[in-house]
């Protein structure tokens, strides 16, 4: 099995090469503005920043071991990893769906196809915690800003608002999950896969969202460290308000793929930031550093540990 391991490291570390070379080639017109990472005086800012990093990931690696706690007990450096495979097959596969190839191949056991609802769980909690965060962030910038046309705006906001309070009612009824999929013969199927849905408490689930809220503050601090970087110089809320709104468009648009998020941040961040004065050049480089940062570099150690991946599970 090794050659097949070999061959998807291989294809990833290509189609890796081919979309960061487009995704520099792109933002060529930016390059100088990356000087302020590496004046003396940011140094110190930066190496916090590149610090931060493991830690954003750990939050991730904490949640996906409990998660897949109710399937198989892994260590937390086999979750770590996992999600570092995860995200790295996310960058070749439509709608992240290597996110869930990745985290499911590093266990062991032959049940694995039951912990999709766990990685479904885990996504979709930081899916709601981007959404929680972005339309408290979106609210703040239609009626301090009063984008035109604002009925639009509005009509966002309360479909945002809809998202959230669906969110907390299918939280209440996970429990109910199972029942409801055998109501319909034509969701009974996935009952194998999402049925494990259900053995998730409240009180995990609370765990689990404290969990994914301290994901989003660190990659948050972050973001915010390097706008200070660029010297983009707003007040704290304006920043706190556009980041936000950038990993709100994120996630509700960005289905293709980890990587093609970065065009997706960049335009959502212009948008935002215009109506503020901001320096475009500087709002750019600091969106493209977080990417580079957060995203790539995860990336490029996760191809590294697809050689470690045990292809056959073990029966159980």
């Known amino acids: 099995m090794w050659w097949i391991k070999t061959g998807i490291f291989l294809l990833v570390l290509f189609m890796l090469y081919n979309l960061v070379k487009t995704k520099i080639e792109h933002l060529s017109e930016f390059k100088q503005s990356f000087s302020p990472l590496f004046l003396a005086g940011n140094r110190l800012i930066l190496i916090v920043i590149i610090l931060f990093t493991p830690i954003n990931w750990a939050f991730e690696a904490w949640k996906w071991q409990k998660l897949a706690s109710k399937v198989e007990k892994i260590s937390f450096w086999n979750a770590y990893k996992g999600v570092l ?7 070749a596969t439509p709608m992240m ?3 869930y190839a990745g985290k499911i191949l590093m266990l062991k056991t032959d049940k694995r196809l039951q912990s999709v609802g766990a990685v479904l769980l885990g996504n979709s909690l930081q899916l709601y915690i981007s959404l929680l965060f972005g339309t ?3 609210i703040f910038f239609v009626f301090w800003v009063k984008p035109s046309p604002i009925f639009i705006h509005i009509i966002i906001i309360t479909f945002l608002l809809i998202f959230l309070v669906f969110g907390i009612f299918l939280g209440i009824n ?4 199972n029942q409801f999929l055998s109501r319909n ?3 009974e199927y996935l009952k194998k896969y999402l049925g494990i849905l259900e053995n998730y408490t409240l009180a995990e689930l609370r765990n689990l969202f404290i969990i994914s809220t301290c994901r989003y503050i660190v990659f948050t601090f972050q973001f915010l460290l390097l706008f200070k970087i660029f010297q983009i110089n707003l007040p704290n809320s304006v920043l706190l308000a556009g980041i936000g709104i950038i990993f709100l468009t994120k996630t509700l648009i960005s289905i293709l793929n980890a990587l093609g998020d970065l065009s997706i941040r960049a335009l959502t961040s212009i948008y935002y930031f215009s109506f503020f004065g901001a320096n475009i050049a500087s709002i750019s480089s600091a969106t493209f550093s977080i990417w580079l940062i957060n995203v790539l570099f995860p990336i490029l150690i996760g191809s590294l540990f697809i050689l470690e991946l045990k292809l056959k599970p073990k029966n159980t």
């Open 136 to 138: 408290i962030s979106y």
């Open 174 to 177: 996970l429990s109910n999950i």
């Open 185 to 187: 013969k034509l969701f």
């Open 97 to 99: 769906i290597g996110d």
């Open 85 to 91: 495979i995860g995200l790295t097959f996310a960058t």
